[in-house]
């Protein structure tokens, strides 16, 4: 019936970072959104309507997050928004969302302990990739672990988790680092000689977008084995090896959704 009544789109919100330090996570998530729509609207929409998407681009930066969560849902009028990568960008979005009652969907990698009846949160969960991971590297590689991650919500959550679970298993935290959300890239050969100084069997990072490769080049650069001493992840997925280069991100060890 509802679509005798009308043809009009249904409008959607799509917020993800096409610059800044996560654009090259986010620009995959966009991607993926876009496919998706179109694979709706070429088997006739929703209730005979399209759907039709409204992008803005918040720039990887929460202020500006917010201030285009509320030009979707107060002058475009959309009610559902499909967004966000760092927890630090769905936290600043929350309170725009509840007070106007919409829904955010919600698809990077969720570090929990946070409860909203207006998002539903789509990317794994932090007991479904770090205890299976823990496990892994600690009967692969031992139990010496050196954390590190971007200064925001996600990766001290992980690590918070993480540590939970080394220490319950007999093993070792010989450090635990925190970048800044926009590293230079001369900050990464001092963090290498710190982590050859500690010499932990597993480096276990939570770093996002473009510290990411930073990151693996710097590894790379300072002459570790990854057979010996992998960098593991919950957050170097495809756009980010794509993005450092694959002979960098050989060899390293990530647990994700696929
Ligand atoms: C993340 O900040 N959820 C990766």
Not at 61 to 86: C, H, P, R, W
Not at 101 to 108: C, D, F, H, T, V
Not at 112 to 129: D, K, M, R
């Amino acid at each position: 019936m509802a679509s005798k009544q009308t043809s009009a789109p249904w409008r959607v919100g799509v917020l993800f970072s096409q610059s800044g330090l996560t654009s090259v996570s986010e620009q995959a998530q966009l991607r993926g959104t876009l496919v998706a729509i179109d694979e709706i609207n070429s088997r006739g929409g929703i209730d005979g309507r399209p759907v039709e998407p409204v992008v803005y681009d918040p720039g990887s930066d929460a202020a500006t997050y917010v201030q285009y969560a509320k030009k979707l849902m107060i002058e475009d009028s959309v009610t559902t928004i499909f967004g966000g990568y760092t927890s630090s960008c769905r936290k600043a979005i929350l309170p725009v969302v509840e007070r106007l009652n919409g829904l955010l969907w919600y698809s990077a990698p969720y570090e929990g302990f946070e409860f909203s009846q207006n998002v539903i949160c789509t990317g794994t969960t932090l007991n479904q990739n770090c205890i299976g991971l823990c496990r892994y590297l600690m009967r692969k590689f031992g139990k010496r672990f050196y954390f590190v991650g971007n200064d925001y919500i996600y990766p001290r959550v992980a690590n918070q988790v993480m540590r939970d679970l080394v220490i319950s298993s007999g093993g070792t935290v010989l450090g635990e680092r925190y970048l800044n959300m926009k590293p230079s890239r001369s900050y990464f050969p001092e963090l290498m000689k710190d982590i050859q100084k500690a010499q932990p069997d597993v480096i276990f990072s939570t770093m996002v977008g473009e510290s990411t490769s930073f990151f693996y080049q710097a590894y790379h650069d300072a002459g570790f084995d990854p057979g010996l001493t992998p960098i593991a992840s919950l957050t170097t997925s495809e756009p980010e090896l794509k993005a450092m280069g694959y002979d960098v991100g050989e060899g390293h060890i990530t647990a994700a959704t696929y």
